[in-house]
Every structure is written in structure tokens, then in C-alpha cells.
């Protein structure tokens, strides 16, 4: 069985999450494969820039993983992190996906698997832990 592990962003603002539409027809969280050398964070980062073009940066302890088959004979690890936008152009990456853009977070509960939206609630509680002790 091969591993493949992907690192990314659930990137908040208020009440939304910045999600992406990708060109196979579901709605998800910026984040991609770990190159070589990088760390989770790194990762994380950089896939939420080339997907988005949003800068972000990582807050609090927050980590997640969920555990998929993609194809058969493949099980992928995906850590997500929770973050806040330091940019705000946004602009898909056309050749993985069609539109970015921040949903409403009830909105996003209905465009989300099972298994992303228990972490988005987790994760948006989180954040709000985070930003209400600031």
C-alpha cells in the first residue's frame, strides 16, 4: 500500500472559511502534498498560497488528520491546520480548481464530507477560542 500525505489551511475570517471548488467537482480546504525537506507547516502554507494566492498564517495548536483511499492500493494522511488570511486577493489556481471564495460556515457544513465537517467544527471552535482571548 503506498502513503501520500498532503498538508493544508482551514483558513477562517469571522464567521466563514475560505474553500475551494475543485475542477472534480467538490468543495474542500486549500492543501496539497508535502515536497520534500518541507515541514507540515510549510506545506500548508504554500498550498494555501498556490491554490488561493492568499498569504496565511497558522494560529494556535490545532492539528488534524484524516485518512483516505484516493485510488485503490493508496492511503493518504491529510493534516489540516486552522489559520487566518494576511492577504485577500483571491484567485483560484485554474489547473486544480474552478473557484475560491469564503462560505458561510453553516453554508460550508452542506458542502463538506462527513468527516471535514466534524474537524471544520472543531476547528472554527477553536479559532474562536483563539480570537476571543485576544
Not at 498560497?49 to 491529510?78: M, Q, W
Request: hydrophobic fraction near 35%; aromatic fraction near 8%; glycine fraction near 6%.
Amino acid at each position: 500500500m503506498k502513503k501520500e500525505k498532503s498538508c493544508g489551511i482551514m483558513v477562517f475570517k469571522d464567521d466563514t472559511v475560505l474553500l475551494v471548488h475543485h475542477n472534480k467537482g467538490h468543495w474542500g480546504f486549500p492543501k496539497g502534498h508535502v515536497e520534500e525537506n518541507e515541514t507540515e507547516h510549510e506545506t500548508a502554507i504554500r498550498e494555501t498560497k498556490e491554490e488561493t494566492n492568499v498569504d496565511a498564517k497558522i494560529i494556535g495548536d490545532f492539528r488534524e488528520v484524516i485518512t483516505y483511499s484516493p485510488k485503490p492500493n493508496v492511503l493518504k494522511d491529510v493534516v489540516f491546520f486552522i489559520g487566518e488570511a494576511e492577504t485577500f486577493d483571491l484567485k483560484p489556481q485554474l489547473e486544480e480548481a474552478s473557484e475560491v471564495k469564503y462560505v458561510n460556515i453553516s453554508e460550508t457544513l452542506n458542502l463538506i464530507n462527513d468527516d471535514m465537517r466534524e474537524m471544520l467544527i472543531q476547528g472554527f471552535n477553536e479559532y474562536h477560542k483563539i480570537k476571543d482571548n485576544n
